[in-house]
């Protein structure tokens, strides 16, 4: 009894003395508004029982390794209401990258607060942007109708799934897809974001495409002329991985080339003059990006084409899998190919050159038409070999 009556007692002492719970730092709201190729605003409201002393932001665009750092200047006050403007002409950011940022906070009685890290799609919102879906595609425009923006998206399914089955890989999650209505909006979107305009544009790290159409009888050509080959950029990162910006641009351009599903006779035509007049680019100048002289970009994408091409049809597509996973590996342009193909550059070069643009009529004719002799059998063959059989002179 008397132990139970000591126990209350002392409750009872806690109970009336007075219990202060030290709050520290409390976040209030943070937001983010931006001019598109501007300005991109960081605001914060934040208090604290003693003053906030100090206030940093962190921002990192997309998954780059490097996390900017910026130090606010504040007066200490217990209320803060602070915001810091990052210019995006010094400091473009990507078209439609997310940016991750979060503000640490400490207060004069050292007690510290990092809040939740939110995300700000950086979206070109010069324009209204609407959205449809398909699978992992989505398909964003703002100039024609609903049935524009959902062929758009049929478009973009059907050329990811024909693009993964091509390379072999496992297409991410979710690709987005952004219409501009014509070159100029494209360009000084991609310009507004410190990028290059190059007709299209894929930034595969993002998983985003940006291509040009408009309604019209021309919207599904250009569709799909256009988005196989950016989303095969895409699919190749997924296989390349952190590896892609070092690997041979011949390479990655020339898998884009052979994704296209609307053929390209300039490239032909280019390809054969250039060899008539002993013009080809070596294979190790197309190792960096090409230049921007068009006659000579156009040679470079005619030139990546047609090795990549003839690669896959001497090598087949496991071997073209495995010199991918080389320059995931850190290869280089000339590394890859010595340690897939068991050839130099110049080598590989001298084969191709040999056997697709030196080859006689009648064995440039079989391998284009292989598919045609699979189907039709021995008597295409023999039609073939009729056409192309020397005459004798009479």
Same mark, same amino acid.
């Given at each position: ?169 496992? *297409? ?116 960096? *990006? ?105």
């Amino acid at each position: 009894m008397r132990r139970l009556l000591v126990i209350l007692s002392v409750l009872s002492v806690l109970s009336a003395s007075p219990v202060h719970a030290q709050v520290g730092i409390t976040h209030d709201s943070s937001d983010v508004i931006y001019t598109f190729g501007g300005q991109m605003i960081f605001t914060l409201v934040a208090h604290s029982e003693a003053d906030i002393v100090k206030a940093t932001l962190l921002v990192r665009v997309g998954d780059a390794d490097r996390t900017d750092v910026y130090e606010v200047p504040i007066t200490p006050m217990p209320r803060l209401e602070t915001k810091y403007t990052r210019d995006l002409q010094a400091e473009p950011i990507p078209p439609f990258a997310p940016v991750h940022y979060s503000w640490l906070l400490t207060d004069a009685d050292d007690h510290t607060l990092m809040t939740e890290e939110k995300i700000q799609f950086y979206e070109d919102n010069r324009f209204d942007w609407q959205t449809v879906g398909r699978g992992a595609i989505a398909a964003h425009w703002y100039n024609g109708d609903v049935a524009f923006g959902q062929a758009a998206a049929d478009i973009g399914y059907k050329a990811l799934n024909q693009v993964s089955r091509f390379l072999g890989a496992q *297409p991410p999650p979710e690709v987005n897809i952004y219409v501009y209505a014509n070159v100029d909006d494209l360009q000084s979107g991609l310009r507004l974001g410190g990028r290059t305009w190059v007709g299209g544009h894929a930034d595969p790290e993002l998983g985003v495409v940006l291509v040009t159409a408009a309604p019209g009888p021309e919207a599904v050509i250009n569709l799909e002329r256009d988005l196989p080959h950016e989303l095969a950029h895409v699919m190749v990162y997924q296989i390349v991985g952190p590896g892609y910006d070092r690997m041979p641009r011949w390479l990655d351009e020339g898998l884009a080339m052979n994704s296209e599903q609307q053929p390209r006779s300039d490239l032909e035509i280019a390809l054969n003059q250039a060899a008539q007049a002993d013009n080809l680019l070596p294979l190790n100048v197309l190792c960096a *990006p090409f230049g921007i002289d068009f006659d000579q970009a156009l040679l470079s994408y005619a030139q990546s084409k047609s090795v990549v091409r003839y690669i896959l049809d001497r090598w087949g597509p496991a071997k073209m899998n495995e010199l991918l996973l080389a320059y995931r590996d850190g290869a280089t342009c000339e590394g890859g190919v010595q340690r897939e193909l068991n050839l130099s550059l110049p080598e590989l070069q001298a084969d191709w050159q040999s056997d697709v643009l030196e080859a006689s009529p009648f064995t440039k004719f079989v391998s284009d038409t292989v598919p045609a002799i699979a189907v039709f059998g021995l008597p295409a063959l023999i039609i073939a070999a009729l056409i192309f059989a020397p005459r004798r002179r009479k």
